[in-house]
């Protein structure tokens, strides 16, 4: 108790309001002490580091956030009314609740501004835990963290963002409660962390990079009190015990929401990851992690280029620097070495774990392996050392920015062109016969070509067109047309429905030509080409 609060209390005692001041000061203290607070004092210290964070956010994905226009994905959700059933089919009930909270998450602002907050608040707590909040070295790992590409193959999706992000920041939430040592705390981190992977699986490897890098910052390069080699294998085998616990209770709670709500629907969890045990031994390659390490960190995806992997061994070198000048003995050291490899490795655990490549929104730990990495070795001593990292770290998030620029326009240009092409459609329909008060089924034949420019390109699911693709859905299709003006028509997988479009395709010319688009009897033809291998296989199911 300082002098302050003990002359209030000797003061004031018979104020009430004093005394609940006192009593509430004490009760953060508690708080403190057990190392679970929320971070109250934290956010007042590093609120710039907060800002700075989130002005970047809007730096690097602020195209979305200012442009009303929605994507083709968002338009094909916003048919859809209440909460859907599928994310529990994908063992993601927490994403079933994220939809049960919010109505319609497809609402321009409101989906980004959550996404956008709850990143800038992942990243500032994550540098926190490093022991970079209020300091340069916690700015600049915050701005890499927020500004790393492979975000916005999440960001892009409003449909969706608003709970992956929110789901991240618990993630790293977790790891605050879980480091506190005391019982409450680990047991609120798992549950926490139980209920964020229930949002998104992949956030699980968030949860580990943020505790690899606390350890890394906390008990071996600087830490508050004497720790030995016992201590640093004691906190990493807990924390391989809590988190083993945590993915058994979500394998459980992802199994118990599936048979209490969707019992009569397909289990579509990634089967790969959670096939009949926890950790599908038999699966594991660990070529395919290391394939993906390779094609990420070493220039293989233009959007984080070559200077990525130029920061990645910048700073890994630096660290080791940094180890081997410890005045500690060398088994200290060594597992200091251990926890920056498996750092490295761990945002790939599951192409390892499942032998075979995962899309890039499934990379969500890369950002904060970045932001680790930078925020560890900024805390060397030698000037050089800070000066060389800085401007590899300001080259990257410069670099990041414009390739997230350039990702999201792309997004926004494949949607006009959508837009602009179902318009085109539904003239087309109309002029071919289109029954107006009566339902009609759509087929699809073939795709449409695509061919891509400097700003309108395909990059995964960004800048993907529903009518490029090889296999066509025309339930999606059908609600595009039905929002943009022509309400009636209606999707079908039928074979029967496809063995006749593909009959009735082979004297129709492919789009732009007059005669692409035939309307017979409740059954609409649009051809875009020559049935594909897959639409051929639909229409010979029996």
Same mark, same amino acid.
């Given at each position: 108790?300082?002098?302050r609060?003990r002359?209030?209390?000797?003061d004031?005692?018979?104020?009430?309001?004093?005394?609940?001041?006192?009593?509430?000061? !004490?009760?953060l203290q508690?708080?403190e002490?057990?190392g &679970?607070?929320?971070?109250?004092?934290?956010? *007042?210290?590093?609120r710039?580091?907060l800002?700075?964070?989130?002005?970047?956010c809007l730096?690097?994905?602020?195209?979305?956030?200012?442009n009303?226009g929605?994507s083709t994905?968002?338009?094909?959700?916003?048919?859809?009314?209440? +909460?859907t059933?599928?994310?529990?089919?994908q063992?993601r009930?927490?994403?079933?609740l994220?939809?049960?909270?919010?109505?319609?998450p *497809?609402?321009?602002y &409101?989906?980004q501004?959550?996404?956008y907050?709850?990143l800038?608040?992942s990243?500032?707590?994550a540098?926190?835990?490093?022991?970079?909040?209020g /300091?340069?070295?916690?700015y600049?790992?915050?701005?890499?963290?927020?500004s790393?590409?492979?975000?916005?193959f999440i960001?892009?999706?409003n449909?969706a963002q608003y709970?992956v992000m929110?789901?991240?920041?618990?993630a790293?939430l977790?790891?605050r409660?879980?480091?506190?040592?005391?019982?409450?705390?680990i047991?609120?981190?798992?549950?926490m962390?139980?209920?964020?992977?229930?949002?998104?699986?992949a956030?699980?490897m968030? +949860?580990?990079?943020?505790y690899?890098g606390?350890l890394?910052?906390?008990?071996?390069?600087?830490?508050?009190?004497?720790v030995n080699?016992?201590?640093i294998?004691?906190?990493l085998?807990?924390?391989?015990g809590?988190?083993?616990i945590?993915?058994a209770?979500?394998?459980?709670?992802?199994m118990v929401?599936?048979?209490?709500w969707?019992?009569?629907?397909?289990?579509?969890v990634?089967?790969?990851?959670y096939?009949?045990s926890?950790?599908?031994?038999? /699966?594991f390659?660990? $070529?395919a992690g290391l394939?993906?390490?390779?094609?990420?960190?070493?220039g293989g995806t233009?959007y984080?280029?070559r200077?990525?992997?130029g920061?990645?061994?910048?700073?890994?070198v630096i660290?080791?620097?940094?180890l081997g000048g410890?005045?500690?003995?060398?088994?200290?050291?060594?597992?200091?070495?251990?926890?920056?490899?498996?750092?490295?490795a761990?945002?790939?655990l599951l192409?390892?774990?499942?032998? !075979?490549p995962?899309?890039?929104?499934?990379?969500?730990?890369?950002p904060?392996?970045?932001?680790?990495l930078?925020?560890?070795a900024?805390?060397? !001593?030698?000037?050089?050392?800070r000066?060389?990292?800085?401007?590899a770290?300001?080259?990257?998030?410069w670099?990041?920015?414009?390739?997230?620029?350039r990702?999201m326009?792309a997004d926004?240009l $494949?949607?006009e062109s959508? !837009?602009a092409?179902?318009i085109?459609l /539904?003239?087309?329909?109309?002029?071919?016969?289109?029954?107006?008060n009566?339902?009609t089924?759509?087929v699809?034949?073939g795709f449409?070509?695509?061919?891509p420019?400097?700003?309108m390109?395909?990059e995964?699911t960004?800048?993907?067109?529903i009518?490029?693709?090889?296999q066509?859905?025309?339930?999606r299709?059908?609600?595009?047309?039905?929002?943009?003006?022509?309400?009636g028509? *209606?999707?079908t997988?039928?074979?029967?429905d496809?063995?006749h479009?593909?009959?009735?395709?082979?004297?129709?010319?492919?789009?732009?030509?007059?005669?692409?688009?035939l309307i017979?009897?409740?059954?609409a033809?649009i051809?875009?080409?020559?049935?594909?291998?897959?639409?051929?296989r639909l229409?010979?199911?029996?």
């Amino acid at each position: 108790m300082d002098d302050r609060q003990r002359q209030t209390k000797t003061d004031d005692q018979g104020n009430p309001i004093a005394r609940g001041w006192y009593r509430a000061n !004490r009760s953060l203290q508690r708080c403190e002490s057990w190392g &679970i607070q929320l971070g109250i004092s934290s956010w *007042t210290k590093g609120r710039s580091t907060l800002a700075f964070a989130f002005i970047v956010c809007l730096a690097s994905y602020g195209i979305d956030l200012f442009n009303t226009g929605f994507s083709t994905d968002e338009v094909v959700w916003s048919s859809t009314h209440g +909460a859907t059933l599928d994310w529990i089919g994908q063992g993601r009930w927490g994403m079933y609740l994220f939809n049960v909270l919010l109505p319609n998450p *497809t609402l321009p602002y &409101i989906s980004q501004l959550i996404g956008y907050l709850s990143l800038a608040l992942s990243a500032t707590l994550a540098v926190s835990l490093w022991g970079g909040l209020g /300091q340069f070295r916690g700015y600049i790992g915050a701005a890499l963290i927020v500004s790393t590409p492979l975000l916005a193959f999440i960001l892009h999706f409003n449909t969706a963002q608003y709970g992956v992000m929110p789901g991240m920041l618990l993630a790293v939430l977790s790891i605050r409660f879980f480091v506190s040592g005391k019982l409450i705390g680990i047991v609120t981190g798992g549950l926490m962390l139980v209920f964020a992977i229930s949002v998104y699986q992949a956030v699980a490897m968030i +949860a580990i990079v943020v505790y690899l890098g606390w350890l890394l910052n906390n008990k071996v390069l600087e830490p508050k009190e004497p720790v030995n080699e016992k201590q640093i294998l004691k906190s990493l085998f807990l924390f391989a015990g809590w988190f083993g616990i945590v993915l058994a209770l979500h394998k459980v709670s992802a199994m118990v929401a599936w048979n209490l709500w969707a019992p009569n629907g397909e289990y579509k969890v990634i089967l790969n990851v959670y096939n009949d045990s926890i950790i599908p031994i038999e /699966q594991f390659r660990l $070529t395919a992690g290391l394939n993906r390490f390779r094609s990420v960190l070493s220039g293989g995806t233009w959007y984080l280029g070559r200077i990525t992997s130029g920061l990645v061994v910048v700073c890994s070198v630096i660290i080791l620097a940094r180890l081997g000048g410890l005045k500690k003995p060398w088994g200290t050291r060594a597992l200091g070495a251990l926890v920056l490899s498996m750092l490295l490795a761990t945002p790939f655990l599951l192409d390892s774990a499942t032998g !075979r490549p995962w899309p890039s929104r499934t990379l969500l730990a890369v950002p904060f392996l970045l932001g680790a990495l930078a925020t560890t070795a900024l805390g060397v !001593r030698a000037s050089v050392h800070r000066w060389v990292i800085t401007a590899a770290c300001a080259a990257c998030i410069w670099h990041f920015i414009v390739s997230n620029n350039r990702l999201m326009y792309a997004d926004k240009l $494949t949607w006009e062109s959508d !837009r602009a092409l179902a318009i085109d459609l /539904q003239l087309r329909l109309r002029s071919a016969g289109l029954p107006k008060n009566e339902p009609t089924r759509l087929v699809i034949i073939g795709f449409k070509k695509f061919t891509p420019t400097p700003l309108m390109f395909r990059e995964e699911t960004i800048g993907r067109s529903i009518f490029t693709t090889e296999q066509i859905w025309p339930n999606r299709v059908s609600k595009l047309l039905s929002l943009t003006g022509t309400p009636g028509i *209606t999707g079908t997988d039928s074979a029967s429905d496809f063995a006749h479009a593909i009959m009735l395709s082979e004297s129709m010319p492919s789009w732009p030509i007059p005669g692409s688009v035939l309307i017979d009897g409740d059954l609409a033809v649009i051809k875009f080409g020559e049935p594909t291998n897959k639409q051929r296989r639909l229409a010979e199911e029996k």
